[in-house]
């Protein structure tokens, strides 16, 4: 039965949550929920502990409860979880624990209880701990070190963090505890020692890893003992280095079975004159140095240390970082006869100062690296390089390195790794770069272009990120490449034949600039249906242009085939516009939109010559408009009817009156203009007439241009509306919405026609002397029948036909 009111609650109370979820996790808890190589890990750094509970699986094997506002560890914090191996609670503010509080706890193997508020660590409750390996107290608020008892229960430890900058002293009592325990690595931290014991590191016997992490200034009681302990690896942080000190510091490690010393954080104040006792290379057990942050104002003035060089002869690894180190004398490098690695990264080196005309540096170097140095010229330094036979990585990032000019460079033939990022290269450095190349790194530089590489049979990993390059390398076939990285460069577009030539290459292209057209459809359907390896794909293959999908990711680009395919899209489109001009040319022809065209222009050239369109009085009472077959009416009815009356009306008939010479179209329209009315005399005859629908046509416009209402309409016979063509579309329009006189069959009739005709003609003609004259109409529907609504259309045609005459009278 679980008694855990804050873990346990806050387990059950989220339980009950995720059956409400129907079993779902909410978002926060699969951060806090996870699992590290099967192992159940539960993450609740910062969420306020205790004050904001967590919840927690009695299964849980990893917690991680740091930066939490935790004060007392309690008993019942961590009694169900007793599967628990590893406990981070650093940076909380931990001041007391209480007996038992990890007495359920028998496997944990990990316990960090570092940056809290421990004052005594001589009451830690650990002796339930029995597998405890690894634990961490240090930088709390005790200011002396003293272990209880209960440490000697931790059976298993192998690692110890203990120590603040509060200590001051070191007594034999501080670590005689540890005495029979099985460490293997301790920490100490304290601030500068007002005090130290003789003996008192010696409590640790079995150690192989001491990291001293205070001001060891000229206490030979610390140093001394260093060669009697059976150490492997000793770590130096925060110390202040004189002459005396060096000299006992290095005569001691270099008696001792130290192998790998560390010096970091080194203030020195010293100029390197050390007359450290030689003895036997073969004595000596130290062979890897790493120094790192060494302050020192004298560095100018410092010896070259040729003198002692015979004491490093042994060295494997040197690493001088940071360290104003500005030369290197040739003695010194030739002495280094077993040196494989040495990094002087962040110093002041130059070409000319490191390792100049020395005839064999470093006769065993396999790997330099020389990063955020002062080099700048790169066949300068292939030429230092060719005397280091056994070289095989160059590593020269963060440099100045440039290369003027075309030329072959002199590098060590063993030569096979090399970095030179960060850089200023340009696309000619391919032209320097040794053949042995088995990989180059030239990322970050100002490459453009990348040259054939046929010379550089061995080459297997290029990584160009960071440069200028627009397209793709190419590589002939059964060239060795196998890794390619060419991210963050300028390439828009992807080859995909070039793509499918790299099948057995390992891709980065991401970060580029991609233009997103219809062609890369083809690159994306390769990359997804191919076996081909593209790094971080599809996250980081975004599109750049064009603006409307910029940044979007290039695998959910969805292209249409018409889109993608340029003969289909020109087909589809002439196929559109040859349908759009026939359905235009049918249009054309089922509306007579030729007829209306042709008219406009005999309209606009009979307008060209105004000499033959005469402006002056009326002549004419009217002008009668017939069909040819209607004349004998006309010429033996109507005309004696009309100019025989009393007083005579002057009538205009195109056999009689049109003038000879004049286009027909210029008669019409001068006769119309010089006569008070246009008489139509309507049959079906008329409706078929071309000429007659021009002569209405003419007349109907006459209204609108002349302001004048002249039409008369006279039917000789019944008209079917139906048998009206379209192109009479005013005619349909007038005799739907007007009326006309009609031609009757009975004599007494007639004569009443004549006179309702003459008298329409005289009154008109009389009111409107020197005035233009008005248009009387008797309005009937033909038949009680509306017109059809595409008549409408041809109507609104022939309407906007009309104002474009207008527009060219005017």
């Not at 450095?429 to 030239?442: A, I, N």
């Not at 996250?539 to 289909?568: H, M, W």
């Not at 007007?738 to 069959?745: D, F, G, N, V």
Request: aromatic share 10%.
């Amino acid at each position: 039965m679980y008694k855990n009111p804050l873990l346990l609650n806050m387990f059950l109370e989220n339980d009950r949550k995720s059956k409400v979820n129907g079993g779902r996790t909410s978002e926060t808890e699969a951060r806090e929920r996870t699992v590290d190589g099967g192992i159940p890990k539960w993450n609740s750094r910062g969420i306020g502990f205790p004050n904001i509970p967590c919840a927690v699986t009695p299964y849980t094997e990893i917690l991680d409860l740091s930066h939490n506002q935790m004060t007392r560890i309690q008993q019942q914090y961590f009694k169900t979880l007793s599967k628990l191996k590893r406990l981070i609670l650093s940076f909380n503010k931990i001041a007391a624990i209480e007996p038992g509080a990890f007495a359920n706890n028998s496997e944990l193997q990990h316990l960090d209880l570092s940056n809290n508020s421990l004052h005594d660590i001589a009451i830690l409750p650990f002796n339930h701990l029995k597998s405890l390996t690894y634990l961490d107290i240090s930088n709390n608020l005790y200011d002396t070190i003293y272990l209880g008892v209960e440490i000697k229960e931790l059976k298993k430890l192998e690692t110890l963090m203990l120590g603040t900058p509060s200590v001051s002293f070191l007594k034999v009592g501080s670590l005689s505890m540890l005495r029979g325990l099985p460490l293997q690595k301790v920490h100490l931290i304290t601030q500068d020692l007002e005090e130290y014991e003789p003996g008192t590191l010696t409590a640790l016997e079995n150690l192989r890893d001491l990291i001293l992490d205070f001001q060891i200034q000229d206490q030979y009681g610390i140093i001394h003992p260093l060669k009697k302990l059976n150490l492997s690896t000793l770590s130096l942080n925060h110390i202040t280095l004189d002459d005396r000190i060096t000299i006992n510091l290095f005569e001691n490690v270099l008696r001792s079975t130290i192998v790998e010393m560390h010096l970091s954080n080194i203030n020195i104040d010293s100029i390197g004159k050390w007359d450290i006792e030689i003895i036997s290379s073969q004595q000596i057990n130290l062979h890897k140095i790493y120094i790192n942050n060494i302050v020192n104002p004298n560095f100018f003035k410092f010896y070259s240390l040729k003198y002692i060089q015979n004491l490093f002869q042994q060295l494997t690894k040197l690493s001088v970082i940071n360290g104003s180190m500005y030369y290197i004398p040739c003695g010194v490098s030739e002495k280094l006869i077993n040196l494989k690695y040495l990094d002087v990264s962040f110093n002041l080196l130059q070409e000319f100062s490191f390792i100049p005309k020395c005839s064999n540096p470093f006769p065993g170097l396999t790997s330099l690296v020389l990063n955020d140095n002062k080099f700048s010229h790169l066949r300068q330094l292939s030429v230092m390089t060719f005397q280091m036979r056994n070289l095989t990585r160059l590593i020269a990032t963060s440099n100045s390195l440039q290369l003027p000019g075309e030329g072959m460079c002199s590098w060590s033939r063993s030569l096979r790794h090399i970095n030179f990022s960060h850089n200023k290269l340009l696309a000619n450095v391919f032209s320097c770069l040794p053949s042995s190349l088995e990989s180059v790194d030239l990322s970050y530089n100002a490459i453009s272009t990348v040259p054939n590489l046929e010379k550089m049979s061995n080459l297997r990993e290029i990584i160009l990120t960071g440069n200028a390059i627009s397209f793709l390398p190419e590589f002939a076939a059964g060239h060795p490449v196998r890794v390619l990285s060419i991210d963050r460069n300028a390439i828009n577009t992807i080859d995909v034949d070039l793509l499918r030539s790299m099948n057995q290459i390992q891709l980065k292209l991401g970060n580029n600039p991609f233009r997103c057209s219809c062609a890369i459809q083809s690159v994306i359907d390769y990359i997804e249906h191919s076996h081909i390896e593209i790094i971080d794909w599809p996250a980081d293959y975004r599109c750049a242009s064009p603006l409307n999908i910029q940044g979007q990711v290039i695998k959910d680009l969805k292209f249409s085939t018409v889109e993608c395919n340029i003969p289909l899209f020109v087909g589809v489109l002439l196929a559109c516009i040859a349908l759009v001009v026939a359905l235009c040319v049918i249009l054309c022809i089922k509306y007579k939109v030729t007829w209306y065209i042709h008219t406009l222009w005999l309209w606009v050239n009979a307008k060209r010559h105004p000499d033959d369109l005469m402006e002056g009085n009326f002549e004419y009472h009217a002008f009668i408009s017939y069909s040819e077959r209607d004349s004998d009416w006309v010429k033996n009815k109507m005309l004696p009817q009309l100019e025989t009356n009393n007083p005579p009306f002057h009538i205009c008939i195109h056999e009689r009156d049109f003038r000879p010479g004049k286009s027909i179209i210029a008669n019409i329209i001068d006769c119309i203009s010089k006569s008070y009315k246009t008489i139509f005399v309507l049959s079906k005859s008329f409706v078929q007439s071309e000429w007659c629908h021009y002569e209405l046509f003419f007349a109907h416009n006459q209204i609108l241009d002349k302001k004048k209402d002249s039409l008369i309409l006279l039917l000789l016979e019944p008209i079917p509306a139906k048998s009206i063509p379209d192109r009479f579309c005013k005619l349909r329009k007038l005799m739907n919405r007007k009326t006309y006189l009609e031609w009757p069959q009975g004599e007494f009739q007639q004569n009443f026609f004549w006179k309702r005709l003459k008298i329409l003609i005289y009154r008109h003609a009389r009111g409107s002397m020197g005035i233009q004259a008005a248009m009387f109409l008797v309005f009937y529907i033909v038949g009680g029948q509306p017109l059809w609504w595409p008549t409408k259309y041809i109507c609104l045609m022939e309407y906007f036909l009309i104002h474009a005459i207008n527009q060219i009278n005017n």
